[in-house]
């Protein structure tokens, strides 16, 4: 069964605003990662924070981690139009297996 | 620029038609991963190679195999694909195991 569970599954926001999605996993974990994926296309990293980080930022982007919670949010402020696409979460289980375990995504349209 | 090369970009191939996807790398990494992705969906681990050692999900159709000759490329061979085995298919890099992967732009195939 897949890891994460990410929410909303849909946004839509005006250009300008800010955005947020969230993830929430099952397991312990080493790290958590952002990818974003634009339609018919590859996966592009964005972001990995460890299990002993609380907060991570790069450039628009910050994402947070409560592993007590066993949740993380993606923040993206000030959003432009080039930033709609599909966004994921991604986690490696502290087992070390050597593998990513992808949520659900969540689809973020930015209207201009 | 070092990346992830899929080709095709699209396959068609008939039920029942052996069909071989490609995958090359440049980033001389020791881990390449298969990814399944269907229509709006989270992309789904099929196997890893973690330099020569191969390494199989459980619940990946024995109908799909996988070569790897050497550190750059890494093929998927799908022997008797059917309907459902229409698809995007990702290729994916990561140099060190469970950390940030490096995503080709895919091979979409589909099945008549």
């Known amino acids: 069964s897949q890891q994460g569970e990410e929410d909303p599954q849909a946004l839509s926001i005006q250009e300008g605003e800010n955005a947020t999605m969230n993830c929430s996993y099952k397991t312990s974990i080493n790290n958590l990662q952002w990818y974003r994926q634009n339609s018919g296309r590859g996966l592009v990293h964005l972001i990995l924070?460890?299990?002993?980080?609380r907060e991570k930022h790069s450039g628009r982007l910050r994402v947070t981690l409560d592993t007590s919670k066993k949740s993380s949010s993606l923040l993206i402020t000030a959003s432009r139009a080039a930033d709609t696409a599909s966004y994921f979460c991604?986690?490696?289980?502290?087992?070390?297996?050597?593998?990513?375990?992808f949520g659900t995504g969540t689809r973020l349209t930015i209207i201009p | 620029d070092a990346m992830v090369i899929q080709n095709p970009r699209y396959q068609v191939t008939q039920f029942g038609k052996p069909v071989t996807l490609s995958c090359s790398q440049t980033l001389n990494h020791n881990v390449m991963y298969w990814y399944q992705q269907k229509s709006s969906q989270a992309p789904k681990l099929l196997f890893h190679y973690y330099d020569k050692d191969f390494n199989n999900e459980a619940d990946t159709p024995d109908n799909f195999q996988s070569r790897r000759p050497n550190t750059s490329f890494c093929f998927l061979d799908i022997r008797s694909p059917g309907l459902g085995d229409a698809a995007m298919y990702l290729c994916?890099?990561?140099?060190?195991?469970?950390?940030?992967?490096?995503f080709g732009p895919g091979t979409r195939l589909l099945v008549l």
């Open positions: 994916a890099t990561s140099g060190i195991a469970g950390e940030t992967q490096y």
């Open positions: 991604a986690t490696e289980s502290n087992f070390g297996n050597e593998k990513l375990t």
């Open positions: 924070i460890r299990s002993n980080e």
